[in-house]
């Protein structure tokens, strides 16, 4: 009786343990398991909400440009790619784009992408997205009349299909109008409502990319690949949300993480010595904005103080070299002014400015990883290497415009996407209300530069670049010109 006793007991206690065990097993809605991830990719939180694509941050935008395809893409050295269509022709003087739509390109559902399709997507994200993130939209022929009621779509606004091809027609030549329609918010979406509750919809969307949602939750996303897709490339991509860099880097090293972008900075050199690090060029930029009042630092205390914040960056620099690049009077990453002038900013900058009329200096930043980490590398610098004061305030971003009204301040350090000449303009709008609207329409973009720089009111620091710590047995790895990961090139 005690030996079958103790046999029932065994059996509980097994029955028990499996039924826990499984527990643990992923299944997807249809209730099979999921299939183990090829590749497990690390983000910083995976969001609910993905209906306005542009106020995602780039690397959830990432998850955008797995499960969907845009018109063309462009490569970090500014290619551009055939994606659903095969090639575009631009005539009549520039302002209409013939968009040739490839015939084996297909829904997560096997059904064939129509230029019907995309002018349906067009049609919604104009009625649905704000204005300023659709900006290239905002060119097209009718479009403010349809979204002022003056008509329908299909009656007032240039964009329409023939056959398979996809026709555009824009008010004004816009040179910049194909690398605007790479960015993420204008890949194919079908039921572009529906994504705002992605949690709730996700099973019955159809998707254009490569891979579509199988499942997901509050920290993890899996990804399948879509049966017409590229063999090629993973099947299988889990997307698991790290609250932060050292969590995600601390499980990149025990083979949970598979690829992780900007590991910590103190830890790239490791990295990059084992081999494991993917070193990218990005188009954040950082820059100081001087107080132009009178009672603010004259001019060449304004020349002493950014020698010495150039001097910051390029000593840590030379132990770092992954992390960043000095601006060397650059203010955007891809900036083509003359050797000659940049030969000379850079002059400017090392020379030995003097100034002590001031003991101490006041600098503003928003309170963020990034700042916090670069002014800690400032700080260090001037403490040890002069005998001013740096004397830092973070505050969050909503106080800033404040802090320049009040004036304050010394300097403000900030960071900014920029990569054109359009984007510096912003950068100006924001930390520069002098130069008016008015004055870039009608003065040289390199006089206005001129200005700024011998002003010394807005001058470039430097330019991060984007790290990817990726595993031995992954290849391919890179990003598009928006700084979003290439899934269809990763291969294991």
């Known amino acids: 009786m005690e030996i079958l006793k103790r046999i029932i007991i065994t059996i509980v206690i097994t029955i028990a343990t499996v039924v826990f065990l499984l527990g643990f097993i992923d299944k997807s809605n249809s209730g099979k398991e999921t299939e183990k991830a090829d590749i497990v990719y690390s983000i910083d939180d995976i969001p609910d909400d993905m209906r306005n694509i542009a106020s995602l941050s780039t690397r959830q935008q990432d998850i955008i440009c797995a499960v969907s395809k845009g018109l063309i893409e462009i490569d970090s050295q500014g290619k551009m790619m055939p994606a659903l269509a095969k090639s575009v022709d631009v005539t009549d003087n520039g302002i209409q784009y013939n968009f040739t739509i490839r015939d084996d390109v297909f829904w997560s559902d096997g059904k064939s992408i129509t230029a019907d399709d995309l002018v349906q997507f067009f049609r919604e994200i104009l009625t649905e997205e704000n204005e300023d993130d659709i900006e290239a939209l905002m060119n097209v022929y009718g479009a403010r009349s349809y979204l002022n009621n003056e008509g329908n779509f299909k009656e007032t606004v240039a964009i329409w299909a023939e056959g398979n091809n996809l026709i555009i027609r824009l008010n004004s030549i816009d040179d910049d109008f194909l690398v605007q329609l790479s960015k993420p918010q204008y890949r194919l979406r079908k039921n572009v409502l529906s994504w705002e509750f992605i949690n709730n919809n996700y099973t019955s969307l159809v998707y254009s990319g490569d891979y579509y949602i199988s499942s997901m939750d ?8 879509n049966e017409k897709s590229n063999t090629d490339i993973p099947k299988v991509l889990s997307i698991i949300e790290d609250k932060s860099e050292d969590i995600a880097l601390a499980a990149f090293e025990v083979g949970n993480r598979d690829i992780v972008v900007n590991p910590p900075r103190n830890q790239l050199q490791r990295l990059k ?5 993917i070193t990218l060029p990005s188009n954040k930029a950082v820059y100081a904005s001087f107080n132009l009042e009178e009672c603010a630092i004259p001019i060449n205390g304004r020349k002493k103080v950014y020698s010495l914040l150039d ?3 390029r000593n840590y620099i030379e132990n770092n070299e992954s992390s960043m690049i000095c601006a060397e009077g650059k203010y955007y990453r891809n900036e083509e002014s003359s050797a000659a002038k940049l030969q000379e900013r850079k002059v400017l900058t090392n020379v030995d400015n003097f100034w002590d009329d001031e003991e101490s200096i006041t600098l503003i930043a928003e309170n963020n990883v ?6 800690n590398i400032i700080s260090d610098w001037i403490e040890k290497n002069t005998s001013y004061t740096l004397v830092v305030k973070l505050v969050d971003k909503e106080d800033i415009e404040g802090i320049i009204d ?11 996407e920029v990569n054109s000449e359009d984007d510096v303009y912003k950068v100006i709008d924001e930390y520069n209300e002098e130069l008016s ?5 009608e003065d040289n973009y390199f006089n206005i530069e001129d200005n700024m720089f011998n002003s010394y009111s807005i001058l470039p620091i430097l330019f991060y670049n984007e790290n990817i710590a990726v595993n031995d047995n992954i290849t ?11 899934f269809s090139a990763i291969r294991k």
């Open 311 to 313: 001097s910051a960056i």
């Open 406 to 416: 009040e004036g304050y301040y010394d300097l403000i350090v900030f960071n900014s």
């Open 476 to 486: 391919g790895v890179t990003l598009d010109c928006n700084g979003n990961i290439d």
């Open 218 to 225: 509050e920290n993890q996303i899996i990804l399948h690949r």
């Open 273 to 277: 010595e084992e081999g494991k690090l």
């Open 437 to 441: 609207i008015e004055t870039w329409q």
């Open 370 to 375: 990034d700042n916090k980490e670069l002014i």
